[in-house]
């Protein structure tokens, strides 16, 4: 637990739920199999496993391309890691059907996208996801689902919603941007109370953002 309360005061990457790092395992350890693709990746890269691709050309950006639109040969892919992405493109539908078409049967996709998150645009933001829209989206794709849940949870949810609201809202730059650096400092700290909800089935309908495990299904076995 020691650990957890240092972790949670440390990034927002470690305020993970577990399920949603087990998840998240599971596809980076696909890379013995080839190249794990991080669709939106960069400039930072969340682990060396990734290749990051992005619209932009930058330093940390390995692939030049759009989630649309995806340079990869149909079954070439053995894992995708897709986070913080979806709630910024138009049409995820037709993005979530190309990590479809270059997954190799059997490959996985692990994505966390927001639900109560306030308008962040990069380059604009379209959506945000409930844990059910989040999976119905992958599975009309044809994408079987492994597991889903909390990503990162309610308590951060409310921390972030009211520094929004103070940047947004109250009057002043100076005044705004001081009780915004208040709340998220403060904020840290109440962040602990996720670690005793984050577990629990509903902590889902008020998170920050929601993950899910999809697996294109394997091939079937040809009859003769």
């Given at each position: 637990?020691?650990?957890?309360?240092?972790?949670?005061?440390?990034?927002?990457?470690?305020?993970r739920?577990?399920?949603?790092?087990?998840s998240?395992?599971?596809?980076?350890?696909?890379?013995?199999?080839?190249?794990?693709?991080?669709?939106?990746?960069?400039?930072?890269?969340?682990?060396?496993?990734?290749?990051?691709?992005?619209i932009i050309?930058?330093?940390?950006?390995?692939?030049?391309?759009?989630?649309?639109r995806?340079?990869f040969?149909?079954?070439?892919?053995?894992?995708?890691?897709?986070?913080?992405?979806?709630?910024?493109?138009?049409?995820?539908?037709?993005?979530?059907?190309?990590?479809?078409?270059?997954?190799?049967?059997?490959?996985?996709?692990?994505?966390?996208?927001?639900?109560?998150?306030?308008?962040?645009?990069?380059?604009d933001?379209?959506?945000?996801?409930?844990?059910?829209?989040?999976?119905?989206?992958?599975?009309?794709?044809?994408?079987?689902?492994?597991?889903?849940?909390?990503?990162?949870?309610?308590?951060f949810?409310?921390a972030?919603?009211?520094?929004?609201?103070?940047r947004?809202?109250?009057?002043?730059?100076?005044?705004?941007?001081?009780?915004?650096?208040?709340?998220?400092?403060?904020?840290?700290?109440?962040?602990?109370?996720?670690l005793?909800?984050?577990?629990?089935?509903?902590?889902?309908?008020v998170?920050?953002?929601?993950f899910?495990?999809?697996?294109?299904p394997?091939?079937?076995p040809?009859?003769?």
């Open positions: 637990m020691r650990h957890e309360i240092v972790a949670c005061l440390a990034h927002d990457d470690d305020l739920t577990p399920a949603a790092h087990a998240l395992r599971r596809v980076l350890n696909r890379r013995v199999d080839g190249r794990v693709i991080s669709i939106g990746g960069g400039p930072r890269r969340v682990h060396e496993a990734l290749t990051n691709l992005n050309v930058s330093a940390g950006v390995d692939i030049a391309a759009t989630a649309y995806l340079p040969r149909d079954t070439s892919i053995p894992a995708i890691h897709c986070e913080a992405v979806l709630e910024h493109l138009e049409f995820p539908e037709d993005a979530v059907r190309e990590m479809f078409r270059v997954l190799r049967p059997g490959g996985l996709v692990f994505a966390s996208t927001p639900f109560l998150q306030p308008y962040h645009g990069y380059p933001h379209f959506q945000n996801f409930t844990l059910r829209g989040h999976t119905r989206l992958f599975e009309r794709a044809g994408f079987a689902i492994v597991d889903a849940g909390t990503c990162v949870g309610p308590t949810a409310v972030d919603v009211l520094a929004n609201y103070a947004e809202a109250l009057p002043g730059r100076i005044f705004s941007r001081a009780c915004e650096r208040l709340i998220r400092f403060s904020g840290r700290l109440f962040r602990l109370a996720d005793a909800v984050r577990d629990r089935t509903s902590s889902s309908n998170c920050s953002s929601s899910l495990l999809a697996e294109k394997p091939a079937s040809s009859v003769e």
